[in-house]
């Protein structure tokens, strides 16, 4: 958070409390991501505690094909399949969005998302989307583009 | 309780319970969850043994919240009768029982002044809980080191040596944390040293955190400080807001309004740059994260109400992965570590294991009336799973099972205090018949396969309505039917019945 080197150094811990000594801070992790690329340092600080951390075992679903309520998903580390009826049909990793689709239009996922070994994402609510959307219009466009470059891909691969 | 403190006093050291040795299970910490999990495992026959560094049970209760009363509730007089396991839903901190004196163990101690417990009235309905259901535990008994065996777990402590197949770690998210990227951070008090409220009279307090810690530090300290500064880079979650019980809730929201009308208290979004000691107290430097700018304050005392970690020792080294900047271990949904099979979790620490999170709403895990399900659920699998006892598994009538899981839904403990969690799983096995589960994970359920079933339990919509749902599973692949809520929650209404008939059609035959 804040001004910091990009590169976490370990803090004394003069009283007693536990310090954060993970390498891989999330507000560095984010500014790295063309998602976020146009965010400022304080912006970027506002995503990192509006999003939530969470962790999946290997083969464990993450988004569930056919069932309401799921939320958006940004990779931080690991890798996870795009499974549908049981086919795999792409991959996803570090930097990766998912579940925006199902969010935006209010229905259930029409994919399963599982791991395919540990992963760490972080996580917005479904219902938190639009407003976290509109408060952030850069990764309201940025997501809009990724959206497109997916579109014209299956387009590409269809034609 | 006086007996329970003197016949404690009065044993030697020798007598007390569980002496170092093999066990099939270790259970270490006990506050709520390690209270319940000891009780539930014992119920079931399991020998283990209950190891406490702590001199009495209640665990972070016996300290906080630094402001005395809990956040959560527990209503003397409710719609079912004290004791009874409906009356649960109504009392979030008990413990939850198998027979009725075990249960409702925390109202008798409230004096009427307040439906949140304090803290004193909460640690003596722990120690009621403790004494009536003969849960025991060697207190006084640290927990220092781990190390692998083969397939087996070593637990070092202050009194010797354990060796165990089954770990499980009930320790509480109880340890100060604080992010170590905020130049100067580290010379500020965390809220477990917050002094006492007269310590900053006429004082300008800044706060750093915007959750419950943070919200209770400002309510407690309105009538003592000069000025109150709340500060974080997340917009305040409010649980009347957001429908969730992770959020800061209703009763710490004093500050918010004397910000909100400007009553000279401040609820800032902004980025903590840095913290600098001056002459007279703290400059903290901020950037505003939803309005850009950058803000000095000059004040007396800072507070980092930062939030807390999970004491996990050496587990780490051992190859415990964890998420959340290592503050919690990653969790399957039977709440064993993801990366150490035979390391399991109970009490607050299995708020990391996620669940659906439908509409991003967390799970009631990380309280006790969430937690305190998940250790008796814990507990009943371990049992089944790992020491081959068989838990009876009542069998229904096929004219039982809609008028059953309708009343589950509309009176469950479990079910309402562990929305979209936890299930009531009823299954259909053509060699078994019709059979009650129990209460099952509802991830584990619609993730790990099985015969034909259905899952039941309560939700909370994208709108706030609190909705039956029933997930039926049939030849491996699970459905999902969300039905009509009600203004009253009463979900056994003929059309409920009908409604639900017509979706287990197809199981019922």
């Known amino acids: 958070m804040g001004s910091v080197p990009l590169s976490p150094r370990p803090t004394p811990d003069r009283r007693g409390t536990v310090c954060n000594a993970v390498a891989d801070d999330v507000v560095d992790i984010l500014g790295n991501l063309t998602l976020f690329a146009d965010l400022s340092r304080p912006e970027l600080e506002g995503v990192a505690h509006t999003l939530d951390e969470e962790s999946f075992t290997e083969g464990q679903r993450i988004l569930r094909q056919g069932l309401r309520g799921s939320n958006f998903y940004l990779i931080l580390e690991g890798e996870a399949a795009v499974r549908v009826d049981g086919q795999d049909l792409n991959t996803l990793g570090r930097g990766d969005f998912f579940g925006e689709v199902s969010v935006l239009l209010g229905e259930p996922p029409t994919a399963d998302v599982v791991a395919l070994r540990p992963m760490r994402c972080l996580v917005l609510g479904g219902d938190e989307v639009e407003e976290f959307l509109t408060s952030y219009p850069k990764v309201l466009f940025r997501m809009l583009q990724a959206e497109a470059r997916r579109l014209r891909q299956t387009i590409e691969w269809r034609s | 309780m006086a007996k329970l403190k003197e016949e404690r006093a009065r044993r030697s050291p020798s007598a007390r319970p569980f002496p170092p040795g093999d066990y099939p299970v270790v259970v270490l910490g006990s506050g709520p969850g390690g209270l319940q999990f000891a009780y539930s495992l014992g119920r079931l026959g399991i020998k283990h043994a209950a190891l406490s560094a702590d001199g009495e049970p209640a665990g972070m209760f016996r300290r906080f919240p630094f402001f005395q009363r809990l956040i959560s509730w527990t209503k003397p007089y409710a719609p079912h009768e004290r004791g009874s396991r409906q009356y649960e839903w109504f009392d979030w901190n008990s413990l939850s029982g198998d027979v009725p004196e075990h249960r409702a163990t925390v109202p008798p101690f409230m004096d009427g002044t307040s439906y949140f417990p304090s803290r004193a009235e909460m640690q003596r309905g722990m120690e009621a809980f403790a004494e009536r259901a003969g849960v025991e535990f060697r207190y006084g008994c640290r927990w220092e080191s781990t190390s692998r065996d083969g397939e087996r777990f070593v637990v070092v402590t202050s009194d010797g040596e354990y060796r165990c197949d089954v770990l499980v770690v009930a ?281 034909d079933a259905v899952a039941a339990t309560v939700e909370t919509s994208e709108h706030g309505e609190i909705r039956p749902a029933v997930y039926i599973r049939r030849d491996g692949s699970v459905d999902e039917q969300i039905m009509e809520g009600t203004l009253l929650h009463a979900f056994d209404t003929k059309e409920h019945h009908r409604h639900l008939s017509a979706l287990l059609k197809p199981l019922l035959g």
Not at chain 2, 224 to 240: F, G, Y
């Open chain 2, 171 to 451: 320790v509480g998210m109880t340890e100060p944390w604080k992010p170590d990227n905020i130049p100067g951070l580290e010379d500020v008090p965390h809220y477990v040293e917050t002094d006492e409220p007269e310590a900053y009279a006429d004082r300008r307090v800044f706060i750093i955190g915007k959750r419950n810690s943070g919200f209770e530090l400002a309510d407690g300290l309105l009538p003592w400080a000069r000025q109150i500064v709340l500060a974080s880079p997340r917009p305040a979650r409010i649980s009347v807001l957001t429908h969730s019980v992770a959020a800061a809730r209703a009763r710490y929201m004093q500050p918010y309004e004397d910000h909100v009308l400007a009553g000279g208290t401040l609820v800032l979004d902004a980025s903590i740059e840095r913290v600098d000691q001056t002459a007279h107290g703290y400059r903290v430097t901020c950037k505003g994260t939803t309005v850009p700018g950058e803000v000095v304050f000059d004040v007396d005392r800072v507070i980092a109400a930062t939030g807390f970690g999970t004491p996990l020792r050496d587990l780490p080294d051992l190859g415990l992965t964890t998420f959340s900047q290592g503050r919690l271990p990653g969790q399957t949904a039977y709440w064993e570590s993801a990366s150490i099979p035979g390391i399991f979790f109970a009490g607050s620490i299995t708020q990391g294991s996620i669940g659906l999170k439908k509409y991003g709403r967390p799970s009631g895990s990380a309280a006790v009336h969430g937690a305190r399900y998940n250790a008796r659920v814990l507990a009943e699998h371990l049992a089944t799973t790992r020491f081959g006892v068989k838990v009876e598994r009542p069998s229904l009538e096929a004219d039982d099972v809609v008028p059953y899981l309708l009343q589950e839904m509309s009176h469950a403990p479990e079910l309402w205090n562990q929305q979209a969690y936890l299930s009531r799983v009823v299954t259909f096995d053509g060699g078994r018949g019709i059979v009650d589960e129990g209460i099952v994970p509802l991830a584990h359920f619609v993730d790990s396969g099985g015969p």
